[in-house]
């Protein structure tokens, strides 16, 4: 075998058959140079263009305040640092009564303190499995002992809210302690509707915790702690806060804590009497991730500065152009109810026989462009576009052309500039002028 045919074998399989049966010739710029190279250690010219639905871009503005050298958190600045970034942090959940904990973990973590702080083994709880996220909560619940019952629904719709009344009017003895939801099932493009749950929980006179998964919601999508009585809500650093991995943020309500008297499940690190005890002076129980805590400082000034209502519209801005870029490719949502398709990011089914994989390995392998891939029930059939946190149009409209190349060396047949075109449009009629920013005056013909 020669050195250049090595270096091909080590390209994602499939590569150029697809690019044959799209009339492309296969080209290896450089594969003399490179054939003897370990795998990934070339750092092409411009930068990844990383659209996953986390983690996310994250603002030059962050990362800067993220760039510190080490201190001492038990030194007098941090307790007012600590704690206006605690009571900053309820506004990313819609709440004034709700108490925040910031962990050093992930959403995983935020799942695990929800559920230990305010259950029993033994306890039931009622909860929806409609994609990846939603069927490892369940794990978790089943792993720490609770009784779970569990309604399944397809993977590309949200919760049913008949089927939750049908389950809480035959729960007569009122023995279900808490009703779980993911908000935004990151795996299947779909956001619930939590209005209407809690509408249909207070319809039915339920006195069950309603505990939320916000991980790809909070700071993306409108999301209102206290007028939708949610007692748990969860979200993570990494999604639409525009950070690296590494925080849990939960938000717990005044009916929580109150179960949390009563709670018998096993607690150690995650046990909320810690971080009480601690919080009220500005104290954490644990070594705090201080990089992470300047980011999410500065993350949500630029929140603040763009107005909150504004970071939501231009979620829906953006993912609206996302959506009206698959319905020019000729392609459709996995998620078919209008209703339910979320503003964090787009999950585009591939048509059938072909592998969706081979788009995000295209993406990556010629363009740089992560994509996030389909996951357990719909791998291989659908691909995932994010656009949370720190984005705009031209980031966006980027990655919709890289989208377009990639489906196209795929072997998927859809016309150039068809997705694009459309975004374009949409962009153009709803996006303004950035603020202090003055337009140009119009030119006279």
């Not at 363009?367 to 995932?384: D, E, H, P």
């Not at 500039?417 to 962009?427: D, L, R």
């Amino acid at each position: 075998m020669t050195r250049w045919q090595g270096a091909l074998r080590r390209l994602p399989a499939g590569t150029f058959a697809k690019a044959r049966s799209v009339g492309q010739e296969p080209t290896c710029f450089g594969c003399r140079a490179f054939a003897t190279a370990a795998p990934y250690s070339y750092d092409p010219p411009g930068r990844n263009h990383l659209f996953v639905p986390g983690p996310v871009n994250i603002h030059s503005s962050v990362q800067q305040a993220m760039d510190r050298p080490a201190q001492n958190h038990r030194d007098p600045w941090f307790n007012p640092f600590f704690s206006s970034i605690l009571e900053d942090s309820k506004m990313l959940f819609g709440t004034s009564k709700g108490t925040t904990f910031i962990y050093p973990g992930t959403g995983t973590g935020g799942w695990e303190v929800g559920l230990t702080n305010t259950l029993s083994p033994g306890d039931k709880i009622l909860t929806f499995r409609y994609g990846q996220f939603s069927l490892l909560w369940v794990d978790m619940m089943e792993r720490l002992g609770l009784d779970v019952q569990v309604i399944d629904e397809r993977w590309g719709n949200g919760v049913d809210e008949g089927r939750l009344e049908k389950a809480l009017k035959a729960d007569t003895d009122k023995k279900i302690k808490a009703i779980a939801v993911v908000h935004n099932e990151t795996a299947t493009g779909v956001t619930s509707d939590l209005p209407k749950i809690r509408e249909t929980i207070d319809a039915c006179g339920h006195p069950a915790l309603f505990m939320v998964d916000g991980v790809s919601s909070i700071g993306a999508l409108d999301f209102q702690m206290d007028k939708w009585k949610v007692d748990i809500a969860v979200t993570g650093s990494q999604k639409a806060l525009s950070l690296p991995t590494g925080l849990a943020v939960v938000a717990v309500s005044d009916k929580a804590l109150e179960a949390r008297k009563t709670a018998k499940l096993k607690r150690v690190y995650f046990d909320l009497a810690d971080m009480i005890k601690t919080n009220k002076d500005g104290q954490v129980p644990y070594t705090p991730v201080l990089p992470l805590l300047y980011g999410m400082q500065a993350s949500m000034k630029l929140m603040k500065a763009e107005g909150f209502e504004n970071v939501i519209k231009r979620h829906h801005r953006l993912a609206e152009g996302a959506r009206k870029a698959v319905k020019g490719w000729g392609l459709e949502l996995l998620c078919k109810d209008p209703r339910w398709r979320s503003d964090a990011l787009t999950v585009i089914e591939t048509p059938k026989g072909t592998d969706s994989n081979l788009v995000v390995k295209n993406a990556y392998a010629k363009y740089n462009l992560s994509l996030g891939v389909g996951l357990t029930k719909v791998a291989g059939k659908v691909f995932r576009i994010g656009h949370l946190g720190n984005m705009d149009e031209v980031m966006l409209l980027g990655a919709l052309a890289g989208t377009e190349m990639a489906l196209l060396d795929a072997g998927i047949n859809i016309e150039p500039g068809s997705g694009v075109k459309e975004a374009v449009k949409h962009f153009r009629e709803t996006s303004s002028v950035i603020p202090t920013r003055e337009p140009p005056p119009k030119m006279s013909m």
